[in-house]
């Protein structure tokens, strides 16, 4: 596919806000997918790093990495707002802490390199159950590798994001995530806040919003229903206008990214759906009450 020269973009009169993630269109090489997103006409991406899912990039990037991603980016004229990655499990008690420290460093290295500002990390390992003894001390150890890594990022400049919940990973449901959020210091990592995990899990996607609202950095979204988080915006059961007015009321003012990794698109499909998921998103941006100022 031959990217279209910004030129030939026809911007999105949008809020500025709204990004697309490479994982939307993780079938096509990097190239094709920052295309794609080109074409919506929208300003920013997340960048799918994630082994089996979307390996846009490889979890050790290099100098030449960084710049190769660099260029893209400018070629196609996208920011990049995060690295979304799964460089370890990161609550596993046979993580030799030296590993985890060099997989963040260069990661943090990188995102801060191609001028992201996130760097986004999974809450454990793809499994529900305990990689420890309990429930209890795999928490522990997300929670001490959480900040470790929230410490080196931050000496780069970026901030670091934990996605919770996540319907396949340790923190599967806002239960679980409540325990984490609970234990973790909101200065050293934030939140993304996945609006497909927390429906696919069973969760309130709206009163969980309003509950986590201050700590939410990130927004993804991507439709879902119990137990399927693979759906197209407006075939599963999120009420987006909802959810994006309680964000916005409760005093959110980040950025919200498409996350279309969908099951029930054709390939071909995918640009005229993104399309309009985007659109149907900053009109709820356009229409979401702004927090009251306080008084």
Known sequence: MTPRSKSEVIPMAGSGRL???TISFRARPLPDALAAIA????PEADLGMLPGVCEHAPLRPGPDDVRRLTDLAAEHGIRWRSLNTDPADINSPRLH???????????????AGVGARFLAVPNGR???QPLGPSLEADLATVVARLHEAGEIAAEHGVRLLVEAPHVYRLCRDTDRSDLLLDRLDPERCGLIYDVSHVVASGGDA???????????????LRDARPGDINLSV????????????ALESAGYQGHYTLELETHDVAETDREAVAVRSAAR????????????PAS
Not at 97 to 111: G, H, K
Not at 210 to 219: I, S
């Open 19 to 21: 990004g697309c993630s």
């Open 97 to 111: 802490p030296r590993v985890w420290r060099e997989s963040i460093e260069l990661l943090a290295r990188a995102t």
């Open 206 to 220: 709206v009163g969980w919003a309003r509950t986590v609202a201050d700590r939410v950095d990130h927004v993804h």
């Open 281 to 292: 998103i900053e009109a709820a941006l356009g229409r979401a009450r702004p927090a009251e």
């Open 39 to 42: 074409g919506l006409g929208l």
């Open 234 to 245: 407006g075939n599963g059961e999120v009420d987006f206008e909802a959810l994006i007015d």
């Open 126 to 128: 793809q499994r529900h």
